[in-house]
């Protein structure tokens, strides 16, 4: 620790010309403020959720359901995106694990929903472009 405020103090220093005790104690309470976005299950769910659209099947499954607006069963999602349906049910599982995705069992069928969450993330990167 006195590591680190030693060199935020002389970071203080040569951002405002001298750096008080204030000073330091100050930003020392604005970046223990700040750390506490850090929350490590929040980060971890994040970090689920956006590793589940890094893989291009998953993010195709997702497109499509989120477009679909209505529950879909494997066997309409699988000649959609040109994948085997133990290929779309595997990337399905992953997507409802990371909270993008749900299912409802339908008899002997799976039904799969966009959630709220899948949404709002494709709208996002739309928006982005």
């Known amino acids: 620790m006195a590591e680190t405020a030693d060199r935020l ?4 220093e040569d951002e405002l ?16 403020d700040l750390e506490s976005v850090l929350d ?11 590793s589940a659209l890094g893989n291009e099947t998953r993010y195709r499954l997702v497109r499509l359901l ?10 309409e999602i699988a000649p959609l995106v040109d994948v ?10 992953t997507l409802t694990d990371a909270g993008l995705v749900t299912k409802r069992k339908d008899g002997r069928w799976r039904k799969y929903r966009a959630t709220s969450r899948a949404s709002a993330l494709l709208t996002v990167l739309d928006g982005s472009r």
Request: charged fraction near 35%; hydrophobic fraction near 30%; proline fraction near 0%.
């Open 17 to 32: 010309g001298e750096c008080r005790n204030k000073d330091l104690q100050d930003r020392l309470d604005e970046l223990d």
């Open 40 to 50: 490590e299950n929040v980060i971890s769910r994040d970090v689920q959720t956006l």
């Open 84 to 93: 085997s349906d133990s290929a779309v049910s595997h990337a399905l599982s």
């Open 9 to 12: 103090r002389r970071y203080l």
């Open 66 to 75: 989120v477009e679909a607006d209505d529950e879909l069963c494997v066997c």
